[in-house]
């Protein structure tokens, strides 16, 4: 099974900027769709982005306009840049196949904050 390590988050104020990144223990060419998730506590876990093997995207409706979700499957990573981040945005993100393989990663702590 693939392992999916997610780094880069951080401490950013509203409207700043951030990249969280997701490294993969083995090739992620063979997953069609690859997604970042995020959770905060006492919330289901919700989809933020996905992208396809293709390029195609989707992108959630609270963030649609200000995240950017890209893949490089030669490295076997998935990244999410983050633009005109606002408190609600605050959550530990997670990167995943789509639908999601029960391995989930520990996640990267974003918090959005003056």
């Known amino acids: 099974q693939v392992q999916l390590v997610e780094s880069g988050g951080g401490l950013v104020q509203p409207g700043g900027s951030l990249r969280v990144s997701c490294a993969a223990s083995g090739s992620i060419s063979r997953f069609y769709v690859m997604g970042w998730y995020r959770q905060t506590p006492g919330k289901q876990r919700e989809l933020v982005a996905q992208i396809t093997n293709g390029g195609s995207t989707y992108y959630a409706d609270f963030v649609k306009g200000r995240f950017t979700i890209s893949r490089d499957n030669a490295e076997n990573t998935v990244s999410l840049q983050m633009n005109s981040l606002k408190p609600e945005d605050t959550a530990v993100y997670y990167c995943?196949?789509?639908?999601?393989?029960?391995?989930w990663g520990k996640g990267t702590l974003v918090t959005v904050s003056s």
């Open positions: 995943n196949t789509i639908p999601a393989t029960p391995n």
